[in-house]
């Protein structure tokens, strides 16, 4: 039933009211989804039934950005934050609800107090949910729910008030920049494509995060994908976009499922479809899938996947503005670049413009990972030090060890070295350090971890990932993964880091798209801070962190070897000699392959590496 | 089973016919063909690539191109059964491929290929870190160490029974 | 008009054209490897990159479209060093064989190799693995040269619609490929060679003869004649340093004289007993109103085309034999009877401008007699190697005339190597068949050039014929559709699989992706044959005196039954994408 502007108000008022009644919202994101928060959604539903509990109901939600303690549950609207939950606290939960208690057990506790309301945590201390505002709060699959938090209010707003200019002057003055990793100025993109003549243009959006460790955008569309269509088409109205096309990766199931419900819902209400809202702009948004290929995350290619070809980057110029989806104007966006988009309509360009730095406004969505206690995803103001989202947001490093670097940008970023810890989060702050945004992913690295090992793991995940179609990265990357395999391996020779640089700074100058440009990235920043790692490796065939298999040298103490032969039965290789009971075992370094399985099979901690 | 005109005497099942009536004229339509037929059927054979380049008018050798881009879209079956066999360092001192041998004997089918009820695919694998357990195999989400060519039959046996209960 | 500065010399390009059309204007000479223009404009092998000042980063020159006041340089040292370090990382995965290359001297990645003054390659590793596919008749594939330019893709795709070929795979994998992984001689490739014309490096070269036609040569037993295509003598001086467009046809047959060929004869004769069959059965099927539009046949790849993509509309090509079947039909039959050979001692050569001619001459339905007519086919460049390795420089030849009977051509018969040629060829026929006119340039303005379709009404004794021709295959499809649809309104059309007609075919004298953008090698090369037109005694076909003195002594008229017996053929359908077994 296409809705009218009236309409939608109702709705507004009335689901507002409804959810001021009791809800417990699951976190159904895809990661605490693996970890049965369904079941318990079914659980708690089938006791509600039970018990015939007026008034409360039980909705999924989207993530909380704890992960690390998820499955999480929050009562709405008390805000009382249950962390790691299981399928059997159903009934306990459903009892303390309904008497207004709460279940400590379930509680999160900081200096030794139970923290009640989930935003008092310290892990949401100096986060500014801006992006990720309605997860948590609403149900991603109830349009209404949406609605109710003013949700297409902004899209009602400029096909009412704004005129094209209007909405390119708020986009620009806010600061926005993209999202996805190269930080261009958001206004200047959508103006791009507007100035461009053209009766037939698109709108895209690029959900194809395909950094490992990255699932910022992937939680977004998980837990409030209205956000998504609502920008699409403020984004088509600006520019002059009838058509528009999300581009997501087929590895995020619910994403995709959760698209699919709001697209059909936001048609059934008219706000996607022909005339929305009886303005007479026709706006209509569909789904492509990604195949699993990495490089179709960049522009040209992400159109070329779209246009039913092999993903390949073509050269520009000509920019997609001016070419781009069906040799059309075309503009695309990150899906983070346009969750922020209604929050800056509704709230103005100088609130947004309020947070951050200078040169970098707003918020940014981090995926936090590695060794670090709190695994999961955050949103900080921009000019926020990395030591903040490590030490305090973060948690600190688990296990008792030390922050070695950060890992920001996944392949295509560098890295931060503890000397740099201070690094305020914005562009030009971290390019300034040669390191970059990137889309998100952010891997806290211990004293444990190889640096040359990292940057061989993301080069092996770009060789993996080049498209082919230019030598520089083609071959280039291949070489220099070579390269660091020898140097992981002890087969290191003198002069192959210079080599590494010297191929590095080529390839980044000569390959066609940003995934051979940024290929280079880890080795070179790994080489800048860490070179004495490289050093070690190739000249004394160590490998200090103790990571490079093939670099350990494993050994048996003999002082605590009780020789009771477990670890010669063990080897996979008969490396190990000795008999039971006559003296300490020893193993062999030649024939040993470093597998480690000795060491984990010791009962007395004999063996090490 | 439809028999299509100027389709070179081949056919396919319904689904297919209705899958390239879906895409047919759609701008870009290949990709989310070959998704469905993915979906649909665990790969996408030659009959069926075949089949979209006729009635999609997208020539064989570009569909076969884009299938092979993609990491997602497979032009070999996978059994029900997948059975990964280790073939790091550790395995293959350890005689992992005696044990592949026992696979391929058992079930007649080579590495890459799957048995002709769908039951079992053979693949060989790198190192999946299983090392102290060289052999190893992984099927499904099961993980079988230090086997034997001996050991071979009874594991595909324990998978045959599961199928006659269901 | 744009202007804009490169390497410090100002330089005018109009709207729409890149840095490198100025460049080229500039003549300065920025490397290219993947560059074909209009075809494959990709920006894929990097070589052409450049400094634009205040662009972001290096740009490649073949597509970035020229701006008014622009500043490029094209040779700063950070240029110059990304272009060689991805030069090093080509030849690093390449297979670097040139002494025993057949592109040796002739391979652009060779030539960039010299220019840059590599000495060694720093980056030695694994090498993508490579295939070897020599299972068809007309070329060779051998990816382990292939530098993935894509440009063979592109024609394959575009210009010839044929879709033989693909990139498979991708990154560091990736690999020029057939469809499902088979063989080249099992997909829809149809042997025109424009893929091994426009390769850059030897990673498609075509099937070799000549061992087997020196060991002929050298066989006392061997009467071993040979025929040279109407397109050679335009081209092959080319190969021996001669200016493009050179006529050379009385040195050619010095050269294959001298080479030890027992007679030299010349395809242009069996082009003008091709007139006079196909013209009879146009006309007849014209007047009976029978299946039209007819099609020329004598182009070999274009056969091959219609029989793998369009075997419902067989009916409608000529059952004319091509030139060099019917030269080669005539060989080894009127030939050896008049000369009392056992055709069984004749080795019959051709020499072509065509891969696909190497397919034609064992199809078994060209067979007369249970016998293959043509023993062997050479193109122009194997031709100018077998030469060169009998120590023969053709350009220091005399000249020297066909040998006869079957050396006598009209000039209609020479214009069979251009596009256009072939009809304006029969139209001269038919129109003096039936009216008794002496017209030589009848219609010939709106028949020649390289647009894609060309177009004519004819009025020749009160019949109203439309006319079309097609060079390309891509052209060609759009008509074949038109005929499958019913919609055609053609009568006569003539088809050319290459662009540009023979002269362009794909086994003539490859020349650089510089020399194609810089020079009208159609034209130039085209000139030739009009001028050999031109000069020609005999215009007409059916004025050749041979031709007449033939059908009078062995054949008795056009369309007879002798005449279609070893003069006509038929075609089939050809499966593509088969397994065996």
Known sequence: MKKTVQDIENIRTQTKLSMKNIRIMVCAGTGCTSSKSQKIINNISKILKEKNAEGISVEKTGCFGFCAKGPIVVIDPMEIFYEQVKPEDANEIVEATLNNKVVERLMAKENDKFVERWHELNFYNKQKRIALKNCGYINPENIDEYIAVDGYKALEKVLLEYSQDDVVKIISDSGLRGRGGAGFPTGKKWLFAKQVEGNIKYVCCNADEGDPGAFMDRSILEGDPHSVLEAMAIAGYTIGAKQGYIYIRAEYPIAVHRLKIAIKQAKDYGLLGKNILGTGFDFDIELRLGAGAFVCGEETALMNSIEGKRGEPNPRPPYPAVKGLFAKPTLLNNVETYANVPKIILNGSKWYSSIGTETSKGTKVFALGGNINNVGLVEVPMGVTLREIVEDIGGGIPGGRKFKAAQIGGPSGGCIPDSLIDTKIDYESLASINSMMGSGGLIVMDDSKCMVNLAKFFLEFTVDESCGKCPPCRIGTKRMLEILTRITEGNGKEGDVELLEELASSIKKASLCGLGQTAPNPILSTIRYFRDEYEAHIKYKKCPAGECKKLMNVHIDPEKCKQCGICKKTCPVNAISGEVRQGPFKINPEICIKCGACIEKCPFKAISK | MKRCKGCNGYSVDDKMVKIANKYKGVKGGIMGALHEVQDEYGYISEINQKYLSDKLGVPLSEIYGIITFYSRFSLMPKGKYNIQACMGTACYVKGAEAVIKAFKDNLNIDVGQVTEDGLFSLESVRCIGACGLAPAIVINEDVYGKVTPDMVPNIIDTYRKKEATK | ?581
Not at chain 3, 37 to 53: D, H, Q, S, T
Not at chain 3, 72 to 90: D, Y
Not at chain 3, 330 to 335: D, E, P, S, V
Not at chain 3, 490 to 497: L, N, P, R, S
Request: aromatic residues 6%; charged residues 25%; hydrophobic residues 35%.
């Open chain 3, 1 to 581: 008009m744009i202007k804009f500065t490169i390497d410090s010399k100002e330089v005018e390009v109009s709207e729409g054209q890149t840095i490198l059309d100025g460049a080229r204007k500039a003549g300065i000479d920025i490397p290219t490897l993947c560059f074909l223009k209009e075809i494959n404009e990709v920006g894929a092998c990097r070589m052409c990159l450049v400094e634009v000042e205040g662009a972001k980063g290096l740009v490649t020159a073949c597509v970035y479209p020229a701006t008014e006041g622009m500043v490029v340089r094209t040779n700063t040292p950070e240029v110059l060093k990304a272009r060689k370090t991805t030069l090093e990382l080509i030849l690093s995965n390449h297979n670097i064989k040139c002494l025993t290359c057949i592109r040796n001297n002739n391979c652009e990645l060779q030539a960039l190799a010299k220019k840059f003054g590599i000495k060694d390659i720093r980056f030695e590793g694994e090498k993508t693995e490579s295939i070897y596919d020599e299972s068809s008749k007309c070329i060779t594939r051998d990816t382990s040269k292939c530098i993935l330019c894509g440009k063979c893709v592109s024609i394959c795709d575009k210009v010839q619609t044929v879709s033989a070929i693909t990139r498979v795979k991708r990154g560091f994998d990736t690999y020029i490929g057939v469809a499902e992984d088979m063989e080249i001689a099992e997909s829809t490739c149809v042997g025109c060679g424009q893929c091994v014309v426009n390769c850059p490096v030897a990673a498609l070269k075509e099937k070799d003869a000549i061992t087997e036609v020196i060991e002929a040569i050298n066989d006392p037993k061997k009467h071993v004649v040979v025929q040279t295509a109407p397109s050679i003598r335009a081209t092959i001086g080319e190969e021996f340093g001669m200016e493009i467009g050179t006529l050379v046809t009385g040195k050619m047959v010095s050269a294959l004289k001298q080479a030890g060929f027992d007679k030299v004869f010349d395809t242009d004769f069996g082009a003008d007993v091709t007139i006079m069959e196909e013209g009879t059965e146009f006309l007849e099927r014209l007047n009976r109103g029978s299946v039209l539009p007819m099609i020329t046949s004598c182009s070999s790849g274009w056969i091959t085309f219609a029989e793998k993509f369009f075997p419902d509309v067989l009916n409608h090509l000529s059952t004319t034999k091509s030139p060099m079947s019917i030269l080669g039909t005539l060989i080894k039959t009127k030939y050896a009877e008049n000369t009392n050979i056992d055709p069984k001692d004749i080795y019959s050569v051709a020499i072509m401008p065509c891969s696909a001619k190497k397919a034609e001459i064992v199809r078994p339905e060209l067979e007369v007699n249970g016998m293959q007519m043509i023993d062997a086919v050479l193109t122009t460049r194997e031709t100018a190697r077998l030469l060169k390795m009998l120590n023969i420089d053709l350009s220091k030849q005399k000249e020297s005339d066909f040998d006869n009977p079957l050396g006598e051509a009209t000039g209609a018969a020479h214009i069979f190597g251009v596009t256009g040629g072939v009809m304006e060829a029969a139209l001269r026929t038919i129109n003096k068949e039936l009216t008794g006119n002496h017209i030589e340039d009848i219609a010939f303005k709106k028949l020649r050039g390289s647009k894609g379709i060309k177009e004519a009404k004819i009025n020749i004794a009160g019949k109203e014929i439309n006319i079309a021709v097609a060079q390309g295959l891509k052209n060609v499809r759009k008509l074949l559709e038109e005929i499958r649809d019913g919609k055609s309104k053609y009568q006569f059309i003539e088809v050319m699989t290459c662009p540009g007609g023979c002269i362009m075919g794909g086994g003539q004298p490859i020349r650089t992706a510089y020399e194609k953008a810089t020079l009208d090698i159609p034209s130039l090369r085209a000139k030739a044959l009009y001028k050999a037109d031109e000069k020609a005694t005999y215009r007409i076909s059916c004025d050749n005196k041979s031709v007449k003195k033939l059908y009078k002594e062995f054949l008795g008229k056009p369309n007879s039954e002798k005449a279609h017996k070893l003069l006509h053929t038929h075609y089939n359908k050809q499966e593509v994408y088969v397994k065996e077994g």
